[in-house]
């Protein structure tokens, strides 16, 4: 499994500023993203990302919009996540976790998924 996903949900998060991610044939690049800890996750809505695999991606719906988390550390233990914000797609910058998901094409609550790493891309399997 890539370093990246086993960073602590801080670092992590500023570590993916930059990251590509690609969905099939749509590459993003991410602007901006925050990180949560694992007692942040520790409700209903979030506890998926507490039992997943650093590199995991999971879709909660939120306030109308899907929210795009990544799965990361929290210390030693998983449970920690990474919330993308805002991304360019050629170009065009999406702002919001909602508008994120939706320019992703990533409109399922409850969908989850793994990114892996190619040519030092993230690539997202649904």
């Keep these: 499994m890539n370093a990246f ?13 930059g990251k590509k991610i690609r969905i099939g044939g749509l590459e993003a690049e991410i602007l901006e993203a925050k990180g949560y800890s694992r007692s942040d996750n520790d409700t209903p809505l979030y506890s ?3 039992s997943m695999q650093p590199g995991g991606v999971y879709l909660p719906r939120y306030r109308g919009g899907i929210l795009f988390l990544i799965a ?8 920690g996540c990474i919330l ?8 065009d910058v999406f702002n919001g976790p909602g508008r994120v998901s939706e320019a992703l094409g990533c409109t399922t609550h409850g969908q ?9 891309t993230f690539v997202l399997k649904l």
């Design 5 to 17: 996903f086993h960073q602590n949900f801080v670092s992590a998060a500023k570590s993916a500023v």
């Design 48 to 50: 998926p990302i507490i």
């Design 72 to 79: 990361c550390r929290d210390g030693m233990d998983a449970g």
């Design 84 to 91: 993308v914000k805002k991304i360019s797609i050629n170009g």
């Design 112 to 120: 989850s998924g793994r990114l892996t790493e190619s040519k030092g």
